[in-house]
Nanobody, 125 residues
């Protein structure tokens, strides 16, 4: 079993930055592919970014590519999402997700086994 806890959300102005953290606990968390998703009110959950267990493969959603960056520190069992040049449309609850895999880096929410509770990000205009 893996537990995920997100932190780092908050209120920021347009053009600002935030760094989200996803702290994982459980056995061998370093071999999990990890992704970030977000969901705004009235909208479907959207893929943001993901990385494989060794962080040499990274994918980004079209709406965040070039502004967001995913990274991980397996020694700390933590995955990060650096968000720069934030826009009001980035406002959402951001969720961390994990899947035990060393061969895949899924971008579909349905492929993830474990989810955090989410952290709110609000970008004011």
């Amino acid at each position: 079993q893996v537990q995920l806890v997100e932190s780092g959300g908050g209120l920021v102005q347009t053009g600002g930055s935030l760094r989200l953290s996803c702290a994982a606990s459980g056995r061998t968390v370093s071999i999990y592919a990890t992704g970030w998703f977000r969901q705004a009110p009235g909208k479907e959950r959207e893929f943001v970014a993901c990385t494989n267990w060794s962080a040499d493969i990274k994918y980004y959603g079209d709406s965040v590519r070039g502004r967001f960056s995913i990274s991980r520190d397996n020694a700390k069992n933590t995955v990060y999402l650096q968000m720069d040049s934030l826009k009001p449309e980035d406002t959402a609850v951001y969720y961390c997700a994990a899947r035990r895999s060393i061969t895949t880096t899924p971008r579909a929410a349905r492929e993830y086994e474990y989810w955090g509770q989410g952290t709110q990000v609000t970008v004011s205009s």
